[in-house]
């Protein structure tokens, strides 16, 4: 069976592309069948594609998200993938809010896949500097090595 996972933050500019370019390329490497997506909670950015600062940082570690172009998080959204992680606490809560009765789709911390890094939410990094676009992928690298440990067995 196929894994398919949704990485979701706000906008769907920052974190969530990187997500998902960070995890795609850990699993092609571990030899995992996948499908992945990204969304943001909000539909501030539907249609844009990824923030400068967030191309430039995947960029230097050799992912390419350049291409990828923001959408909403929406109820189907469920049906269509079997893991769904989000970047913080609050957009947990905007995903949950439109979980239809019956569904059991996980939706986690992305983050809950590597408890040991120490932190527990990948922080927003569109309001600071450049740094913070490059904490951003150091977290979600290591939550994908969790995950290819995980599904590895």
Do not use: W
């Not at 940082?57 to 291409?67: P, Y």
């Not at 896949?113 to 740094?131: C, M, S, T």
Request: proline letters at 5%.
């Amino acid at each position: 069976m196929s894994e398919k996972l949704l990485f979701v933050c706000m906008g769907n500019i920052c974190r969530s592309p990187t997500a998902r370019a960070v995890f795609d390329r850990a699993l092609t490497a571990a030899g995992v069948a996948f499908v992945s997506e990204s969304a943001g909670t909000h539909g501030y950015h539907v249609g844009a594609r990824p923030d400068r600062r967030a191309i430039e940082a995947a960029g230097r570690v050799g992912l390419d998200i350049s291409g990828d172009i923001a959408r909403r998080f929406v109820v189907d959204d469920f049906e269509r993938f079997n893991r769904i992680y989000v970047m913080d606490r609050a957009n947990l809560e905007g995903v949950e809010q439109q979980r239809p009765r019956g569904v059991s789709t996980p939706v986690e911390l992305v983050m809950s896949l590597a408890p040991d890094y120490g932190l527990d939410e990948v922080p927003d990094p569109y309001y600071g500097g450049d740094e913070g676009f490059v904490r951003v992928i150091d977290m979600l690298e290591a939550a994908a090595d969790a995950l290819v440990r995980e599904l590895r067995g």
